[in-house]
Nanobody, 116 residues
Framework: QVQPVESGGGSVQAGGSLRLSCAAS?????MGWFRQAPGKERERVAI???????IYADSVKGRFTVSKDNAKNTLFLQMNSLKPEDTAMYSC?????????????WGQGTQVTVSS
């Protein structure tokens, strides 16, 4: 059983930065960050596999950077130039499969609030 645990959320002003971390308790192949704002559908922010290949949502390209420490099964999300529309609950997801198609382990989430 892989249990992701997020940390690093908080409140910041627009233009600021935050770094999220997610520690998984076991082997992971693919990990990713998702976010959900009140009244909106969950959005995939960024995913990365063990080879380092990553995919970003258009809304965060150039501002967010996802990285993964395979040895520690830890995922990071460096968020720069934050905007109020980035405000959401950010959740970490992981799988132990051989692709990034689908995640079966989810963390509880960490809140990110960006004020204007």
């Amino acid at each position: 059983q892989v249990q992701p645990v997020e940390s690093g959320g908080g409140s910041v002003q627009a233009g600021g930065s935050l770094r999220l971390s997610c520690a998984a308790s076991g082997y992971t192949y693919c990990m990713g960050w998702f976010r959900q704002a009140p009244g909106k559908e969950r959005e995939r922010v960024a995913i990365i596999d063990r080879s380092g290949e990553s995919i970003y949502a258009d809304s965060v390209k150039g501002r967010f950077t996802v990285s993964k420490d395979n040895a520690k099964n830890t995922l990071f999300l460096q968020m720069n130039s934050l905007k109020p529309e980035d405000t959401a609950m950010y959740s970490c997801a992981a799988n132990a499969r051989t692709s990034c198609l689908g995640f079966n382990y989810w963390g509880q989430g960490t809140q990110v609030t960006v004020s204007s």
